[in-house]
C-alpha cells in the first residue's frame, strides 16, 4: 500500500472513530452483558438516542462553526412546557386545548426567535457565545417554571402524543424522526453552499470573509437552526412523556455535547461529520441503557458523564495532532 493510500485511510478511520468506538462497545456488551444483543435493547438504545441526538445536531452546527449554544436543554425544557401547557387537557392548563400542529408552529417559531436573539448577540453585538448562551441556559428553563408554576402538566393532546407512541414496522416513529434529521443534515453539511460555508467559517473567520462569505449569516443561520431543532426537540419529548415535568431534560446538553466531541467533531472548529455525532449519540444512549440493565446506581451516570467528557476532549486534541501530521 502506498503512502498516500496509507494516509487517507488513517484520516477515513480518523474522520470515523465513533463508529469503531461503537461497534467494539457493541461486541463487548454483547458477550459480558446478558440479554444486550437482542432487538427490545437495541431498540430501547434508539429511543434513549432521541433527544440526545437531535440537541447534538444542534450542537455539532455551533461547535462546526467555532461558537456554542449552551442554550440548547433549556430551550427543549421550555418548550416541552409551551407545548404541554398549550396542548394540555387537565383542568389546570392553558385552557386552548391546542392540537399538534398548532403547537408545533408556536414552538419551532419561538425556537426560530430564540436562535435569532442569540444570534444577534453574537454577530451584531459581540458577545462571547459562551456568554449568552449560559445566560440562556439559566433563564429559559426559568421561564418554563413561571409559567406553569412549577408544577408538572400532563395528558396533552392525543395527537400530539400519538406521534411518540406510533411505529412503523418494529421502528417507533421518533427513531424515524431523528435517523430523518441526520440524513438531512449530513446532505445539507456535505452537498450545499451554506454547508460548505459553515466548515469555512470555523476553520477560519478571516479567510472566510476574505473569500467573500458573509460570516454574519452564516452565523446567525446556524443559531436559527440550533433554536428550531431545540424547540422540535422539545415539541417532541413533551409527546413522548404526555406531558412536562419541572426536571424535563436536565443533564441532556452535557450528554449532546459529549456526543459531539465523540463524534469527531473538533472543538477548534471546521472539522466533523454529522454522521460521527449520530454515532455518538447512540454510544451514549448505549452505556445508559447497560447500566439500567445491570442495576447500577444511577447516581453513578453523572460521574460516567464526566469522565467521558473528558475522554472526549482528550480525544478531540489526539485526533487534532493526528490530522495535522498527516497534512
Known amino acids: 500500500m502506498s503512502m498516500p493510500v496509507k494516509r487517507e485511510t488513517l484520516k477515513w478511520v480518523?474522520?470515523?472513530?465513533?463508529?469503531?468506538?461503537?461497534?467494539?462497545?457493541?461486541?463487548?456488551?454483547?458477550?459480558?452483558?446478558?440479554?444486550?444483543?437482542?432487538?427490545?435493547i437495541y431498540r430501547n438504545i434508539l429511543s434513549h438516542a432521541i433527544f440526545i441526538g437531535i440537541l447534538?445536531?444542534?450542537?455539532?452546527?455551533?461547535?462546526?462553526?467555532?461558537?456554542?449554544d449552551l442554550s440548547t436543554e433549556s430551550v427543549m425544557a421550555l418548550s416541552a412546557v409551551i407545548t404541554a401547557y398549550l396542548a394540555g387537557t387537565s383542568t389546570d392548563a392553558s385552557g386552548l386545548h391546542l392540537n399538534g400542529i398548532s403547537t408545533l408552529l408556536i414552538v419551532l417559531a419561538i425556537g426560530m426567535l430564540?436562535?435569532?436573539?442569540?444570534?444577534?448577540?453574537?454577530?451584531?453585538?459581540?458577545?462571547?457565545?459562551?456568554?449568552?448562551?449560559?445566560?440562556?441556559?439559566?433563564?429559559f428553563r426559568s421561564v418554563g417554571l413561571v409559567i406553569t408554576g412549577g408544577r408538572g402538566v400532563l395528558n396533552i393532546s392525543p395527537d400530539i402524543v400519538a406521534v411518540a407512541r406510533t411505529s412503523i414496522?418494529?421502528?417507533p416513529m421518533l427513531v424515524i424522526i431523528m435517523v430523518?434529521?441526520?440524513?438531512?443534515?449530513?446532505?445539507?453539511?456535505t452537498r450545499t453552499r451554506f454547508g460548505?460555508?459553515?466548515?469555512?467559517?470555523?476553520?477560519?473567520?478571516?479567510?472566510?470573509?476574505?473569500?467573500?462569505?458573509?460570516?454574519?449569516?452564516?452565523?446567525?443561520?446556524?443559531?436559527?437552526?440550533?433554536?428550531?431543532?431545540?424547540?422540535?426537540?422539545?415539541?417532541?419529548?413533551?409527546a413522548r412523556t404526555n406531558g412536562c415535568s419541572p426536571s424535563l431534560g436536565n443533564g441532556m446538553l452535557f450528554?449532546?455535547?459529549?456526543?459531539?466531541?465523540?463524534g469527531g467533531v473538533s472543538l477548534q472548529g471546521g472539522v466533523g461529520k454529522i454522521t460521527g455525532v449520530f454515532a455518538g449519540a447512540v454510544l451514549l444512549s448505549s452505556i445508559s441503557t447497560v447500566i439500567a440493565i445491570v442495576g447500577m446506581n444511577p447516581f453513578y451516570m453523572n460521574i460516567i458523564r464526566g469522565g467521558l467528557i473528558i475522554v472526549a476532549v482528550l480525544l478531540d486534541a489526539a485526533i487534532r495532532s493526528a490530522r495535522a501530521k498527516l497534512t
Open 255 to 262: 450528554e449532546a455535547m459529549a456526543a459531539v466531541v465523540i
Open 114 to 139: 430564540i436562535g435569532v436573539i442569540n444570534g444577534f448577540f453574537v454577530v451584531r453585538l459581540k458577545i462571547n457565545s459562551f456568554i449568552i448562551t449560559l445566560a440562556g441556559f439559566l433563564a
Open 180 to 189: 430523518s434529521l441526520y440524513a438531512f443534515f449530513h446532505w445539507l453539511l
Open 14 to 40: 480518523l474522520d470515523n472513530i465513533a463508529w469503531f468506538i461503537l461497534a467494539i462497545l457493541i461486541v463487548v456488551f454483547s458477550f459480558t452483558v446478558q440479554g444486550f444483543a437482542q432487538w427490545p
Open 196 to 238: 460548505r460555508y459553515v466548515y469555512y467559517v470555523g476553520d477560519s473567520r478571516e479567510a472566510a470573509f476574505n473569500a467573500g462569505i458573509r460570516v454574519d449569516r452564516v452565523v446567525l443561520g446556524v443559531y436559527i437552526i440550533s433554536g428550531v431543532l431545540s424547540a422540535l426537540a422539545g415539541w417532541l419529548l413533551a
Open 56 to 68: 447534538a445536531i444542534a450542537e455539532a452546527l455551533c461547535i462546526i462553526s467555532r461558537e456554542m
Open 169 to 171: 414496522g418494529p421502528i
